[in-house]
């Protein structure tokens, strides 16, 4: 039996975020007899899917660059990666900021695949978004082939005139099935029996808009004093919200969950998945929650790809927003549950996962 095609994928870390999901969900199901997935990391401590990627047989190789940001350090460790790891014909890029860094000096190794994949429809409105807008720029000249996640995410990263072809987030499908049992002892182990259960997963950034979404609360837990808003994930911004929701006097109603492990027990257990995002790509988070049969309310600025169910409502977000959404949410409790539409399939992982897989294998045949 021949060895695995060996594809390097380029990310900050692997944390319990959406392109780190969406990443191991392909490698679960995808058949590692034939392909092996290896990442390249730009932080030196260790993140929450590590102990299973080595499980799963794949490497872990670790820079430093977001933890002391020299870039000349960086280019000279990258340089000599590349010479001491021939073995990688194929990178797979899920950093639009410093991909065009690292195609240029893969390039240069002799990789003639690199694969740039978009995540994100748009950049933060801040000195920080306004570099990375620039930085960003060259990647599409370096690359090879295109993927984005949306069609939106991919005109945002590559234009109008490079083709590019849009790859779903897929998940599993049949794991993420709403389960009367698992939501009843998910909230009796939460103590949420007689709650009106708002969820939200999402690091915390900017970009999630955590702010804009304890406002909402604020208003709905006013009219419904028996809600109760559970928050999943972790980020740079996690103590500034929590010092928001003492100052709000909420505390004892909005419930940090950290990084969760139990995903489809947590849309069981909710009534209300919300999504108020500045922008995303196409959010992983948003389909499985269709898929578990929830009411979501997803941000205006979210492509409408997301939505493959009867039961979404997208609405505009900014401080004039805020009561729209506390209505929507209180007016939602009384809906039905959502039923999916035929496009759901399109995010089957065993379709996904075929198709990289026949993906790669061309994509080598072609270029060696």
Not at 53 to 74: A, E, N, Q, V, W
Not at 171 to 197: G, H, S, T, W
Not at 255 to 260: R, T
Not at 340 to 361: E, G, K, M, V
């Amino acid at each position: 039996m021949s060895n695995p095609i060996r594809i390097l994928h380029i990310v900050p870390n692997m944390q319990a975020g959406g392109l780190e999901t969406f990443i191991m969900n392909i490698y679960r199901n995808i058949d590692r007899t034939k392909i092996q997935f290896d990442f390249l990391v730009h932080y030196q401590d260790t993140f929450f899917y590590d102990n299973e990627i080595l499980k799963l047989g794949g490497k872990i190789y670790r820079f430093s660059l977001r933890d002391d940001h020299r870039l000349i350090k960086y280019l000279h460790q990258l340089d000599k990666f590349y010479k001491q790891h021939p073995e990688y014909k194929i990178i797979h890029c899920h950093m639009s900021s410093i991909g065009a860094i690292n195609f240029a000096i893969a390039k240069k190794n002799g990789v003639h695949v690199r694969i740039a994949h978009s995540h994100n429809s748009n950049t933060e409105r801040t000195l920080k978004g306004a570099a990375k807008s620039l930085l960003i720029k060259p990647l599409k000249f370096m690359s090879t082939y295109n993927l984005a996640c949306s069609n939106q995410a991919g005109i945002f990263l590559y234009g109008h005139k490079k083709p590019f072809k849009v790859v779903p987030n897929a998940i599993d499908i049949n794991k993420f099935k709403n389960d009367e049992k698992r939501r009843l002892l998910y909230r009796k182990n939460m103590k949420l029996q007689n709650a009106l259960v708002i969820g939200h997963i999402g690091r915390f950034d900017t970009q999630k808009n955590h702010k804009f979404l304890i406002d909402i609360f604020a208003q709905v837990h006013k009219k419904a004093p028996n809600t109760v808003l559970l928050l999943a994930g972790e980020g740079n911004l996690k103590k500034h919200i929590q010092q928001y929701v003492a100052q709000q006097q909420l505390s004892e109603s909005v419930l940090f969950l950290g990084e969760i492990t139990n995903t489809p027990d947590f849309y069981c257990g909710i009534d209300i998945f919300v999504l108020p995002s500045l922008f995303e790509g196409l959010p992983v988070v948003g389909i499985e929650a269709q898929i578990a049969g929830k009411k979501c309310i997803f941000s205006d600025a979210i492509t409408k790809d997301v939505q493959i169910s009867s039961n979404v409502n997208f609405l505009p977000i900014g401080t004039k927003a805020t009561q729209q959404w506390a209505d929507e949410i209180i007016t939602s409790n009384n809906t039905t549950p959502s039923s999916l539409f035929p496009a759901a399939q399109q995010y089957n992982i065993d379709t996904i996962s075929q198709w990289l897989t026949t993906f790669y294998r061309a994509q080598l045949k072609e270029n060696y």
